[in-house]
């Protein structure tokens, strides 16, 4: 029953952070449909300026997270502009292959010797592990920690879309860009809007990901890129919520089969999941599925 | 019109020759050595389990990016027939089909219930497919020991050569272009076109669906099992989910519903990265997918409808006796 519950505080601090990731994932889509295959690779560049930051320019860590949180967040405003934005009335394919392709670039770049190189670094924790016995359950203040701050950052994320004016024009956006303009919105600022503050959202997602399983490499972000996008089409695509619960539910499914079955199933059973999710139901758990127009 | 058909056929037997002879002379005079020609050999490879994509979406419109699992399933099966039975012609054609129909018979057990889908949700339950392939290849040895598992196989006959491999992919375009103008090729482009018209007008789109879907991935996994006979190690991560993403570019950059379009990308795009490789140099050998990942963004951005962009030339793809040209597809969505 302990290891139970300790398998459950592991799959939470995964999930958890795979909702940071599928956060900047289900806004850009929300907003202009497109699948942003680079957005996991933000995440490692997420991941490599915040290990710079702490463990060789010697900032505190918070500093370095929110250097890193800015670095992304105009990494991504720059890929929207040179990548995505000439393509947005173009065919919605020709978005996502730019969008694999500076996927590519992102990966490959930072493999470069001069700019991250492509070995394995192993990640230092800036902070004391301090590890709590709570009648069999251990909590570390390093999960303490990402289920703080993921939580804020949920708050702070639904009170902007909610909220304020850039979240409404967010959401006028989301629903169509041509209204939304005649409405008054800017439109090219707005999506420039989504786009840093989700890949602000993966950097910090990136950090923490690095103190939590301490290796960092260029091609990290695939994988974590791609679980965090399927989470969010398990939960309904374009929905905040959806996202973390999808989050949620896939790094309870991940650590589970780790710890019950097998780890080389991992995988597997996490997409044999989305898939029997999406045919009950073809728009995610939380998504509504609209009539189709004729 | 039976002259000009027989013209056509002619201009395309010398063509066809014609590129033939050109490969064994480059060989002959020393110009392309092995290195060279297995580059090209994997080019046509790519180049038919592309044109399997380009039916899927090209022409069906149905956002399929786990192409690869299929690619791999035909490789498996192919290569464990060759280990067993051997590698004489009989034996090597054999593995072929039993490449092929395996493909076929996943593709439809897998379209069943995934094609019911549509657009992205397709698009990520066919990515996730190809993952849980890529998984179950992993661990494969825990079942079937002679298939490797996540060490990789090795050991199968290696029978095909440039000779077999070009014959098929000629075999691949002539079947592709008699499908796409054909009563259900033209099912399936209007379905991509606008799927509830079509079907208001009588066609039944789940059933052109699947039929583009199968005959696809079939190609996929005779792609596969040309592959299996053509390089002595197959390795699970030759068919994970980024193999997916170079035969999506391939379809995507040559132009959607451009047949021309896939196969001239097809081999270009291994030259490219062979190319590239060559021309950089030891130095800066680094850069290869740097160079690899900016020429992908800025062909897209130049030319956004691809780089055939719905149209075909009549070598690769004669018009023979058509006189509906014009209604070719516009390789739109």
Redesign the interface.
């Known amino acids: 029953m302990d290891y139970f519950l300790n398998q459950v505080i592991n799959g939470l601090q995964l999930g958890l952070v795979y909702a940071l990731i599928a956060l900047g994932y289900t806004m850009v889509y929300g907003i202009v449909k497109l699948i942003n295959f680079a957005h996991g690779d933000v995440f490692m560049v997420g991941a490599f300026v915040g290990y710079f930051g702490f463990a060789h320019w010697g900032l505190p860590l918070p500093v370095a997270i929110l250097f890193s949180m800015l670095t992304c967040a105009i990494l991504g405003v720059v890929i929207e502009r040179l990548a995505y934005r000439p393509l947005r009335y173009a065919p919605r394919i020709m978005a996502l292959i730019s969008a694999i392709g500076v996927s590519f670039f992102l990966e490959y770049f930072c493999s470069l010797r001069f700019v991250f190189g492509p070995d394995y670094r192993v990640v230092e924790r800036p902070i004391q592990t301090v590890t709590w016995h709570l009648g069999g359950v251990t909590v570390t203040n390093l999960q303490l920690i990402i289920m703080v701050t993921v939580a804020a950052m949920l708050i702070f994320l639904q009170y902007v879309v909610f909220r304020t004016r850039v979240g409404a024009a967010m959401r006028t956006v989301s629903y169509d860009h041509d209204a939304a303009r005649l409405m008054g919105v800017d439109v090219d600022r707005t999506i420039s809007i989504t786009f840093a503050l989700g890949s602000a959202m993966a950097a910090l997602g990136g950090v923490l990901y690095a103190i939590a399983y301490p290796q960092i490499q260029p091609f990290m972000g695939i994988m974590p890129g791609l679980k965090a996008f399927t989470a969010a089409v398990l939960g309904g695509i374009g929905l905040i919520p959806g996202a973390v619960l999808g989050a949620l539910i896939m790094g309870q499914v991940e650590t589970m089969t780790a710890a019950y079955i097998s780890s080389q199933l991992r995988d597997a059973i996490v997409f044999v999941i989305l898939i029997v999710v999406l045919l009950v139901r073809p728009c995610g758990i939380l998504g509504r599925t609209e009539p189709e127009k004729v | 019109m039976a002259t000009k058909s027989t013209t056509q056929w002619f201009k395309l037997l010398v063509g066809v020759i014609a590129v033939y002879v050109l490969v064994k002379v480059l060989v002959q005079t020393g110009l392309m050595n092995s290195y060279w020609q297995r580059v090209l050999d994997f080019g046509l490879i790519m180049t038919i389990g592309s044109l399997g994509l380009s039916l899927i979406y090209g022409f069906t419109g149905q956002?399929s990016i786990g192409h690869a699992a299929w690619f791999g399933l035909g490789a498996y099966a192919a290569g464990y027939i060759g280990k067993t039975v051997g590698g004489g012609t009989p034996a090597f054609l054999l593995a072929l089909a039993v490449g092929t129909l395996f493909a076929a018979l996943v593709a439809y057990l897998v379209g069943l219930?995934?094609l019911?889908?549509?657009s992205?949700?397709l698009?990520?339950?066919t990515?996730?497919?190809g993952?849980?392939v890529?998984?179950?290849l992993?661990?494969i040895n825990k079942v079937i020991p002679s298939l490797g598992g996540a060490v990789g196989m090795t050991g199968i006959p290696q029978t095909a050569d440039f000779e077999w491999i070009f014959g098929f992919l000629l075999l691949s375009i002539l079947l592709c272009r008699n499908f796409v103008y054909s009563t259900f090729g033209r099912a399936c482009t209007s379905i991509r076109e606008d799927e509830?018209?079509t079907s208001s007008v009588g066609v039944n789109p789940t059933r052109y669906k699947m039929m583009s879907f199968v005959l696809g991935c079939s190609l996929a996994g005779l792609a596969g099992a040309l592959y299996a006979f053509r390089y002595p190690f197959l390795h699970p991560t030759t068919f994970d989910?980024l193999q997916s993403?170079n035969f999506?570019?391939i379809v995507?950059?040559g132009g959607?519903g451009s047949l021309t379009g896939t196969v001239v990308t097809g081999i270009g795009w291994a030259f490219l990265l062979e190319g590239l490789r060559f021309v950089l140099g030891q130095a800066f050998v680094?850069?290869?997918?740097?160079i690899?990942?900016?020429l992908?963004?800025v062909v897209?951005?130049v030319r956004?409808?691809g780089l055939f962009g719905g149209k075909e030339i009549g070598l690769i793809v004669p018009q023979i006796g058509r006189r509906e040209r014009r209604n070719a597809p516009a390789g739109?969505?």
């Open positions: 956002f219930p995934v019911r889908l549509t992205d949700y698009g990520i339950a990515l996730g497919f993952i849980i890529k998984v179950v992993d661990n509830i018209a989910f993403f999506l570019i995507v950059a959607l680094d850069f290869r997918g740097v690899y990942a900016l992908l963004i897209v951005l956004r409808q739109s969505l």
